[in-house]
């Protein structure tokens, strides 16, 4: 195998490792959204509902909270978002690449 194509492979096996980190770590700080919404601004909301009890919300729920911390982990997401669909769009990546290691 040419050295210039095992460079290649491993450079965009990175590359998807990265992007999958990019990823993950929007997940966990979505997680801190949540988190710190229902310890704050939802707590009441949070109240309502029985331990174990499963609620889906979507980031949208977020965006008009007054929580300057929450809004600037939304800010956070959104960026690493854009990029990460920048670094896809220009490599080609698609999601069946993304699959986990």
């Known amino acids: 195998m040419d050295n210039s194509n095992t460079i290649g492979i491993k450079y965009r096996a990175l590359l998807v490792e990265t992007i999958n980190k990019l990823e993950d770590f929007n997940s966990s700080t979505y997680n801190s959204i949540l988190n710190l919404s229902m310890q704050g601004e939802l707590k009441d909301?949070?109240?309502?509902f029985e331990n174990g009890e499963v609620v889906n919300f979507k980031l949208a729920d977020?965006?008009?909270?007054?929580?300057q911390n929450v809004q600037h982990l939304i800010e956070?997401?959104?960026f690493i978002s854009e990029k990460y669909q920048i670094l896809k769009n220009i490599n080609t990546i698609s999601d069946?690449?993304?699959?986990p290691f």
């Open 45 to 48: 909301i949070d109240d309502l």
């Open 62 to 67: 977020f965006r008009n909270l007054s929580d």
């Open 96 to 99: 069946d690449d993304l699959l």
């Open 76 to 78: 956070i997401m959104d």
